[in-house]
Nanobody
């Protein structure tokens, strides 16, 4: 019932920036924990970032490989999740997926996310 649609991927030079968006259907967006994951060819899908449903709290977390470069945010009025990616590196090249879960605690585990988008490709050239 929940649909997630990513956009904003593309080809960018190393050191550049991209902003990914994930548009969510439904009216329960504010109750979801939202995450970004990525998968490079021949590699396992990995956690990138998450954001919780609470207003006015520190409710984000990042993988060590992107911390300080990527920022996850959400606009509940627009039912949209964002990932601002700065200082991009070639190793960031992957298909990026947004995901949602109704769990009442944060999770970095792929299996704990119930809803997934189809992904958007990010390619970073050297």
């Amino acid at each position: 019932q929940v649909q997630l649609v990513e956009s904003g991927g593309g080809l960018v030079q190393a050191g550049g920036s991209l902003r990914l968006s994930c548009a969510a259907s439904g009216r329960a967006f504010t109750s979801y924990v939202m995450g970004w994951f990525r998968q490079a060819p021949g590699k396992e899908r990995e956690f990138v970032a998450l954001i919780g449903p609470m207003w006015g709290t520190v409710n984000t977390d990042y993988s060590g490989s992107v911390k300080g470069r990527f920022t996850i945010s959400r606009d509940n009025a627009k039912n949209t999740l964002y990932l601002q990616m700065n200082s991009l590196k070639p190793e960031d090249t992957a298909t990026y997926y947004c995901a949602a879960t109704r769990r009442n605690s944060y999770s970095w585990k792929i299996d704990d996310y119930e809803y997934w988008g189809q992904g958007t490709q990010v390619t970073v050239s050297s």
